[in-house]
Nanobody, 123 residues
Framework: QVQLVESGGGLVQAGGSLRLSCVASGTIFSIYAMGWHRQAPGKQRELVASISSADGRITNYADSVRGRFTISRDNGSKMVYLQMNSLKPEDTAVYYC???????????????WGQGTQVTVSS
């Protein structure tokens, strides 16, 4: 079973930056595509960024974060990162990492989720 632990959340002013990290254990990390999702109060969980397995050559972003967020991975450390720049109050949410699969560039979430890390952006 895959265990995922996120970190790096916090309180930041609008326009600021944060870097989220997610470490995996109990699995061969490189075989999984990875995704970062977020859930704001009263809203459904949404996929914000995904990265393909192995070399991470394919990345996808939600329209709301494209150009501001960057997903990356380090297979040797079993880590996936989400660099978030130019943060906005509407980015406030709990952020989760997730293992999944990617076919023809489309990410499908799997069953393993972390506990989440809170990101709060003040105006």
């Amino acid at each position: 079973q895959v265990q995922l632990v996120e970190s790096g959340g916090g309180l930041v002013q609008a326009g600021g930056s944060l870097r989220l990290s997610c470490v995996a254990s109990g699995t061969i990390f490189s075989i999984y595509a990875m995704g970062w999702h977020r859930q704001a109060p009263g809203k459904q969980r949404e996929l914000v960024a995904s990265i393909s397995s192995a070399d991470g050559r394919i990345t996808n972003y939600a329209d709301s974060v494209r150009g501001r967020f960057t997903i990356s991975r380090d297979n040797g450390s079993k880590m996936v990162y989400l660099q978030m720049n130019s943060l906005k109050p509407e980015d406030t949410a709990v952020y989760y990492c997730n293992t999944g699969s990617m076919h023809t560039g489309s990410y499908s979430p799997g069953r393993s989720w972390g506990q989440g890390t809170q990101v709060t952006v003040s105006s």
